[in-house]
C-alpha cells in the first residue's frame, strides 16, 4: 500500500508523456496477459478490473453491486476495449481504452490534489503517475 497525492495534470501530463505512458501501459497488458498469447481474453480483462479498482470507481459501481450485474458491467467494459469485435483485446485497444479511462479520471480528479491509497501494484498506471510527477522536482 502507498499513498500518493494525485490531481487532475499529474495524470494528464503522464498520459501526455506518450514514452513514458505507452512503455507502463505495454508492462500493465504483459503482466495482464496471462497465458501470454499476445491478446487479453475476457476473462484476463476481468481480472483486471477486478485489481484495479480504479475503473470500478471511475464508473461508479460500488462494492455492494450483485454479481450478476457485475458480469453484465464487466461484459459492457469488454466490449469497450474490443473495438474490432474480434474476441480479444490486443495491445493496441488495450493502449487506447486505458488512455480514454486516463483522461477521464484526469477529468474527474480536477484541479484538487486529492489523497489516494493504492494497493501495491507495480503496475498501477496512478502511481506511475505520481512517479513521474516527484521525478521532475
Ligand atoms: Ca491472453
Redesign the pocket.
Known amino acids: 500500500m502507498g499513498v500518493v497525492i494525485i490531481d487532475g495534470t499529474t495524470v494528464r501530463d503522464f498520459v501526455n508523456d506518450a514514452a513514458a505512458f505507452t512503455k507502463s501501459v505495454d508492462e500493465q497488458f504483459t503482466a495482464l496477459?496471462?497465458?501470454k498469447?499476445g491478446?487479453?481474453?475476457r476473462s484476463?480483462l476481468r481480472t483486471a478490473f477486478e485489481s484495479m479498482r480504479l475503473i470500478e470507481t471511475h464508473f461508479g459501481i460500488d462494492v455492494a453491486t450483485p454479481p450478476e450485474n457485475l458480469a453484465t458491467f464487466y461484459d459492457s467494459i469488454f466490449d469497450k476495449f474490443d473495438g474490432d469485435r474480434s474476441g480479444a483485446v490486443d495491445r493496441h485497444e488495450f493502449r487506447e481504452e486505458m488512455k480514454k479511462i486516463m483522461l477521464a479520471i484526469a477529468d474527474g480528479l480536477g484541479s484538487f490534489p486529492i489523497r489516494m491509497v493504492l494497493e501495491d501494484d507495480p503496475n498501477s498506471l496512478l502511481q506511475k503517475a505520481a512517479d513521474l510527477e516527484a521525478s521532475k522536482i
Open positions: 496477459d496471462l497465458n498469447d491478446v487479453l481474453s484476463e
